[in-house]
């Protein structure tokens, strides 16, 4: 059975960083892209970067040069860097994977996606 686990989530300070992990276990996804999304209160869960299995990423403009995605294909692992945190970052985060390929412009819709994670909360104040 495949599981995605997030963890890293918290409670910061604008400015500050987090890092969020995604741990899978069930199945190797060394070959599948991987992604991060992220569902603010009453706002629709929007996408927030991915990376191809060549470690290649892709993010939406609003995180771009503040957020590095990363991933350890052989810990079956992504992750997530968050620097210069936003209270407009405040969101649950979520990781999924996918069994597509193509475009970063089409892997970043939700149903590209075949497995995801719970979620971990992250909390920025002002």
């Known amino acids: 059975q495949v599981q995605l686990v997030e963890s890293g989530g918290g409670l910061v300070q604008a400015g500050g960083s987090l890092r969020l992990s995604c741990a899978a276990s069930?199945?190797?996804?060394?070959?599948?892209?991987m992604g991060w999304f992220r569902q603010a209160p009453g706002k629709d869960r929007e996408f927030v970067a991915l990376?191809?299995?060549?470690?290649?990423?892709y993010y939406a403009n609003s995180v771009k040069g503040r957020f590095t995605i990363s991933r350890d294909n052989a810990k079956n692992m992504v992750y997530l860097q968050m620097n210069s945190l936003k209270p407009e970052d405040t969101a649950v985060y979520y990781c999924?994977?996918?069994?597509?390929?193509?475009?970063?412009?089409?892997?970043?819709?939700?149903?590209?996606?075949?497995?995801w994670g719970q979620g971990t909360q992250v909390t920025v104040s002002s």
């Open positions: 990376v191809w299995s060549a470690s290649i990423p």
């Open positions: 069930g199945r190797t996804f060394s070959r599948n892209v």
């Open positions: 999924a994977v996918s069994t597509q390929n193509g475009s970063g412009a089409y892997l970043s819709g939700m149903n590209r996606y075949d497995y």
